[in-house]
């Protein structure tokens, strides 16, 4: 594992995930994880220029599934999906502690202040 202290104040993991809805798969495969393309915000506090990752899969669906906004469909619940970034495919530089969010040591929550490509996205099944 890395550490940058001037970015971040916590280790990088080998990789991150990201969990949403499979509704959002198709325009996530033609744009990307991209801010400025995903017209539903998660939490109401939330900001709207970045992308949130975490180093555990559990936790990224259990972020997904205690989500306080009022835009989804309740039925889009029943089908969330999982992707996994390698950490050393992002620019290291646009990674940035969570600000709304507490660290503790035990897991990983970081911004992405980008685009994640596609390309470098897969599909994460445990």
């Known amino acids: 594992m890395i550490k940058l202290k001037e970015i971040l104040t916590q280790e990088i993991p080998e990789y991150f995930y990201h969990a949403t809805f499979k509704q959002l798969l198709p325009s996530i495969q033609k744009y990307g994880l991209n801010p400025n393309k995903i017209a539903i915000k998660m939490?109401?506090?939330?900001?709207?220029?970045?992308?949130?990752?975490?180093?555990?899969?559990?936790?990224?669906?259990?972020?997904?599934?205690?989500?306080?906004?009022?835009?989804?469909?309740?039925?889009?619940?029943?089908?969330?999906?999982?992707?996994?970034?390698?950490?050393?495919?992002?620019?290291?530089?646009?990674l940035h502690d969570d600000a709304n969010i507490n660290l503790t040591d035990d897991i990983v929550i970081c911004e992405y202040h980008g685009i994640i490509p596609w390309n470098i996205i897969e599909l994460y099944h445990d």
């Open 43 to 94: 939490w109401r506090y939330s900001k709207s220029d970045r992308i949130y990752l975490v180093d555990n899969p559990e936790f990224a669906v259990d972020y997904v599934k205690n989500s306080d906004s009022l835009d989804i469909p309740d039925n889009w619940f029943n089908e969330i999906i999982i992707f996994r970034i390698q950490s050393s495919n992002l620019e290291i530089s646009k």
